[in-house]
């Protein structure tokens, strides 16, 4: 199975809630530079990942800390979807990627690296990228990069 990819594994794999705080919860509560939030709205907001699957690989989450995927509020489900359609038209405004992998992970066993704040991953992909993301998986993602990648972001941000 060659097309079978796992687009989030790095999540866990950077272990990202190593610390006892809640890297959302962190991110929502400072600046904008510091926790790489593109965008912010009224129950939800858009950041970047810090261990990036591809080039702007987008997390989207509510403010609220909340673990269980059906105890979001109606407004909260649909201010995430919105978001990530716009993080997808600054996506292809910035790096013009030819698709999409946008999904959730639930649990530790499907992947998730931080399993009691719901968060949405939208990943953009190019022809050919499964072949060279595993290489890049290793290599350490410059924070420089990162920043430049937040700016662009927000700045093309739809509306
Ligand atoms: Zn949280």
């Given at each position: 199975?060659?097309?079978?990819?796992?687009?989030?594994?790095?999540?866990?794999?950077?272990?990202?809630?190593?610390?006892?705080?809640?890297?959302?919860?962190?991110?929502?509560?400072?600046?904008?530079?510091t926790?790489?939030?593109?965008?912010?709205?009224?129950?939800?907001?858009?950041?970047?990942?810090?261990?990036?699957?591809?080039?702007?690989?987008?997390?989207?989450?509510?403010?609220?800390?909340?673990?269980?995927?059906?105890?979001?509020?109606?407004?909260?489900?649909?201010?995430?979807?919105?978001?990530?359609?716009?993080?997808?038209?600054?996506?292809?405004e910035?790096?013009?990627?030819?698709?999409?992998?946008?999904?959730?992970?639930?649990?530790?066993?499907?992947?998730?690296?931080?399993?009691?704040?719901?968060?949405?991953?939208?990943?953009?992909?190019?022809?050919?990228?499964?072949?060279?993301?595993?290489?890049?998986?290793d290599?350490?993602?410059?924070p420089?990069?990162?920043?430049?990648?937040?700016?662009?972001?927000?700045?093309?941000?739809?509306?």
């Amino acid at each position: 199975m060659k097309q079978l990819w796992a687009p989030w594994r790095l999540e866990y794999i950077a272990g990202a809630d190593d610390g006892d705080e809640c890297v959302f919860c962190c991110a929502a509560e400072g600046p904008d530079e510091t926790g790489l939030v593109v965008h912010r709205g009224e129950s939800a907001f858009c950041l970047l990942n810090k261990y990036p699957y591809s080039s702007g690989h987008l997390i989207v989450a509510p403010y609220r800390h909340v673990g269980e995927f059906g105890e979001l509020t109606g407004d909260e489900v649909l201010e995430l979807h919105r978001l990530a359609a716009s993080g997808m038209g600054a996506l292809a405004e910035t790096f013009g990627p030819q698709g999409y992998n946008v999904g959730w992970n639930l649990g530790r066993i499907a992947g998730a690296g931080v399993v009691d704040h719901v968060h949405l991953h939208v990943v953009p992909r190019w022809a050919g990228d499964t072949n060279f993301m595993p290489v890049l998986a290793d290599v350490k993602v410059l924070p420089q990069h990162l920043d430049e990648t937040r700016a662009s972001l927000a700045a093309t941000w739809p509306g």
